[in-house]
Every structure is written in structure tokens, then in C-alpha cells.
């Protein structure tokens, strides 16, 4: 089994800083790319950053140059550094990521959320 774990959600003022954290454990050969995704009440899940193994990255539109993304030296934890947050980045955020266990070969796995609220 696999298993995704985020952590360091919470409440924040405008304009201030929060750094999400997610592990992957379980029985894992390989993961290739890991990505944070959110959903705000009423809307759709949508994406915000993802990393390959080797590195590259991509944002949403709405969170360049505000949110990092990245992965930990033993690649399997994957960490956004959320920035001048505003109230339009509340929402449940998500981790993902395609993981090959072997004899399933790749999937695509979610962890549970963590809630990130910015409001004064």
C-alpha cells in the first residue's frame, strides 16, 4: 500500500507565509512526479505546482513567483512554500503523485488534504 501524507496547513494573515509538507511511503520503487493541487468550496480541483524527478517544475498562473515548490533529498516528500498569501489561496490543499510500486506498475495517488485559510 501507499500512502500520502501532508502537513502544515492551518490560518493565516494576508500577505504571510505557510510551508505544506507531504510524504510518501508504502511499498514504493520509484516516483515520478509529485504535485500540490487545491480545491476552494464550490470550485474545481485545480492545479497549482508540480516537480518531476529530475527537477522541473510548473505553476498555476495565479501562484508564479508567490509559491516554490520542492522535493526532499531522499524524493520521496515534496514541500510548497506558499508566499504573500491571499485569501483567494484558501482551499484544501492536496498532494499527488505517480508513484510505480511494481507489480501495478504506475498509479496515481492522493493524499487527504490539508486546509489553508487566509483571512484577517
Known amino acids: 500500500q501507499v500512502q500520502l501524507v501532508e502537513s502544515g496547513g492551518g490560518l493565516v494573515q494576508p500577505g504571510g507565509s505557510l510551508r505544506l509538507s507531504c510524504a510518501a511511503s508504502?511499498?514504493?520503487?520509484?516516483?515520478?512526479?509529485m504535485g500540490w493541487y487545491r480545491q476552494a468550496p464550490g470550485k474545481q480541483r485545480e492545479l497549482v505546482a508540480t516537480i518531476t524527478s529530475g527537477g522541473s517544475t510548473t505553476y498555476a498562473d495565479s501562484v508564479k513567483g508567490r509559491f516554490t515548490i520542492s522535493r526532499g533529498t531522499a524524493k520521496n516528500t515534496v514541500y510548497l512554500q506558499m508566499n504573500s498569501l491571499k485569501p483567494g489561496d484558501t482551499a484544501v490543499y492536496y498532494c499527488n503523485a505517480q508513484i510505480y510500486t511494481g507489480v501495478l506498475g504506475y498509479g496515481d495517488y492522493w493524499g487527504r488534504g490539508t486546509q489553508v485559510t487566509v483571512s484577517s
Open positions: 508504502g511499498s514504493i520503487f520509484s516516483i515520478n512526479t
